[in-house]
Nanobody, 124 residues
């Protein structure tokens, strides 16, 4: 069982930056790939980024590639999403998720545990 808690969301102007954090409980954090998803009002939850168990591999959605960076610190049971050059279309609730699947899965159905989400609002 893994419990995930996101933090770091907020209101920012277009072009600004935010850093999201995801704190995980349990002693098996390094056994999970970690992903970030987001869901805007009236839209389906969509993949944003994923990082492998060791942190050696990452993969991003085209919409955020070059602007967002995912990382993790297995000694702190945490992973992070650095978001730069934010756009109004990045406005959404952002969710942290954990997966037992190897590699870089992008489907929300591949993830076993989810956090409660943190709101990110980008004003124009």
């Amino acid at each position: 069982q893994v419990q995930l808690v996101e933090s770091g969301g907020g209101l920012v102007q277009a072009g600004g930056s935010l850093r999201l954090s995801c704190a995980a409980s349990g002693r098996t954090f390094s056994s999970y790939g970690m992903g970030w998803f987001r869901q805007a009002p009236g839209k389906e939850r969509e993949f944003v980024a994923v990082i492998t168990r060791s942190g050696s591999g990452t993969y991003y959605a085209d919409a955020v590639k070059g602007r967002f960076t995912i990382s993790r610190d297995n000694t702190k049971n945490a992973n992070y999403l650095q978001m730069n050059s934010l756009k109004p279309e990045d406005t959404a609730v952002y969710y942290c998720a954990a997966t037992k699947i190897y590699g870089t899965p992008t489907s929300r159905h591949d993830y076993d545990y989810w956090g409660q989400g943190t709101q990110v609002t980008v004003s124009s």
